[in-house]
């Protein structure tokens, strides 16, 4: 009932909501942050690029963040792309906006974190894996 009732609330309180339409990303909408969402900057690189991805596992990831300086962000995945089209992978940060309701949660978006103020670094094939083994041999 109370989460019928916040949406209720919250779609009369936009009209952007309530009409259906907006002009602006939700992951900046929701949380404040100029960021763009995973699935949608995902979706632009299969379509544009034909681009495969894979997600880095924890490990890769940790080595990845550590080496970047960004150990302390509040980045929850890292999504690699590879392409016909380009030697380089692109590689995107990934975070996770939480909104809660009654302890329970209500929004969750996995958006993009921008470095340097770019959606993505390009890297070639023997940077990243440097900078996601173990060893961090390639570098």
Known sequence: ???????????????????GKMGVDP??????KDGVRRDILTL?????YGATYRDLNAEERANFLK????????????????????????????????NYL????FVQLYCVERINGSLAMFLS????EG??????SGQ
């Open 67 to 98: 080496r970047t300086g960004q150990q302390d962000s509040g980045i929850v995945a890292v999504r690699v792309f590879k392409s016909r089209v380009r030697e380089e992978r692109a590689v995107i940060s990934i975070y996770l906006f939480e």
């Open 44 to 48: 632009y690189f299969q379509h544009r």
């Open 1 to 19: 009932m109370w989460k019928v009732l916040c949406i209720l609330l919250l779609a009369l309180s936009s009209p952007a909501l309530a009409t």
């Open 102 to 105: 009654n302890g329970e949660p």
């Open 27 to 32: 992951c900046k909408l929701f949380s404040g």
């Open 125 to 128: 094939p023997e940077t990243l």
């Open 131 to 136: 900078l996601i083994s173990k060893d961090g």
